[in-house]
């Protein structure tokens, strides 16, 4: 990208992880704005959060690049990060044979403007028991993660399929970044839309693009 400085408003490790790989140069700078939340309404809670955490670090960075991300795990209500082991658990029990959302917000200000668009991915569990949750929880710490799992962590053993954007349930959509940096003209993009081309998804879930 051409643009001489790139600002993530997030410090979340997997968005950072994601840029990275996609080849960008930037900063972090986290947005410190306390979020709201909109019962019933998932879609509006992300948009409005990612806007909200743009718009706080571009005030400050007029002429930066600005990407703000919010992400949450959806089943009749959010899904936060759980305080404890057992407030993980129950999140896990849940889930368990249903299919919930993950909805992420994505914004980006520019000099030249401002735009934000939604992502939405469903994603399926399996029908597990307390054991599966035991052996998962001795591999992965579930108290970082939104619903208390992450896909890219033995994912596998929790869920059986996911529609739409994989790099969504990681924690930002790729593909709708790409598509809103080429919507406000910034150049090279591509190297972005290949890295969400290139994800999987670990091995046994199955995955159907959006």
Request: hydrophobic fraction near 40%.
């Amino acid at each position: 990208m051409s643009r001489d400085r790139v600002i993530l408003a997030s410090s979340s490790p997997r968005r950072c992880e994601l840029l990275n790989r996609a080849g960008l140069d930037f900063s972090i700078i986290p947005a410190r704005a306390a979020e709201e939340h909109f019962p019933g309404k998932p879609e509006k809670t992300v948009l409005y959060n990612s806007r909200l955490k743009v718009d706080e670090v571009a005030a400050g960075n007029p002429n930066a690049l600005v990407i703000g991300a919010d992400t949450i795990v959806y089943h009749g209500g959010i899904l936060g990060k759980p305080a404890n082991l057992a407030e993980a658990a129950g999140m896990l029990r849940e889930l368990a044979g249903k299919e919930h959302g993950v909805f992420s917000g994505i914004s980006v200000r520019t000099a030249n403007g401002e735009m934000t668009a939604a992502a939405i991915s469903r994603v399926r569990f399996l029908d597990f028991d307390d054991s599966v949750i035991e052996r998962y929880f001795q591999r992965v710490d579930p108290l970082d993660k939104a619903g208390a799992y992450a896909i890219q962590e033995h994912g596998d053993m929790l869920i059986a399929c996911i529609a739409g954007s994989y790099s969504n349930v990681i924690g930002l959509p790729l593909e709708t970044l790409a598509d809103i940096l080429d919507r406000l003209g910034e150049p090279n993009t591509e190297e972005i839309r290949r890295l969400a081309r290139s994800l999987r998804p670990p091995g046994g879930i199955r995955h159907i693009p959006g």
